[in-house]
């Protein structure tokens, strides 16, 4: 499948709240398989927005596996029209984005999070997630309401340049 390129703030895409997805068709299947594959083709990346690769559609693609931050792993999946069922005990942490290459930030998220959806097969699924998969999660839902990480970062003062590792 093809991998696209990710759209970078202020692209007018990532920053409009997306439409539902609705039924299940070759399409959001498509769809499902350029999330994950971009996901893949890009280095430490665990979560992509449809939004972020300009497909204006409430659908997501998630996989924290091996991450060291991670209690909860469900694997790869991807998610249609989620919505969050419950949210817990907030937890701030540093964030950053593909559609923000340049800037990391300290959010606070739930770090406890039940999340419902439409699997790529038609299927409504229920995740539990915490930690990590929490975060990622809760970050790419905002993508679809049209938010970044840096519409809540906890101040402006908590705003830091991405450090380049080797």
């Keep these: 499948m093809p991998i696209r390129p990710v759209l970078l703030l202020p ?3 990532v920053v409009t709240p997306s439409a539902p997805v609705g039924a299940v068709d070759d399409a959001a299947q498509a769809l499902a398989r350029d999330l994950l594959d971009t ?6 990346c665990v979560g992509l927005a ?7 559609r409430r ?7 091996g991450h060291r931050k991670a209690r909860s792993c469900h694997g790869a999946f991807v998610l249609f029209d989620p919505e969050i069922l419950s949210a817990t005990a907030p937890a701030t942490d540093r964030e950053g984005c593909m559609s923000v290459p340049d800037l990391t930030g300290d959010v606070s998220r739930p770090s406890l999070v039940t999340v419902a959806g ?7 699924q229920v995740l539990e997630v915490n930690a990590f ?6 970050h790419e839902v905002d993508h679809l309401d049209g938010l970044v990480f ?17």
Excluded: C, N, W
Excluded at 39 to 44: F, G, I
Excluded at 50 to 56: F, M, S
């Design 11 to 13: 692209h007018p895409v």
């Design 39 to 44: 996901m893949r083709a890009s280095p430490a």
């Design 50 to 56: 449809a939004p972020q690769i300009g497909v204006a």
């Design 59 to 65: 659908a997501f693609a998630v996989d924290v596996t």
């Design 118 to 124: 439409t699997d790529p097969q038609g299927r409504r």
């Design 133 to 138: 998969e929490a975060r990622a999660v809760l």
């Design 150 to 166: 840096l519409d809540r970062v906890a101040g402006p003062h908590r705003v830091f340049p991405r450090k380049v590792y080797r």
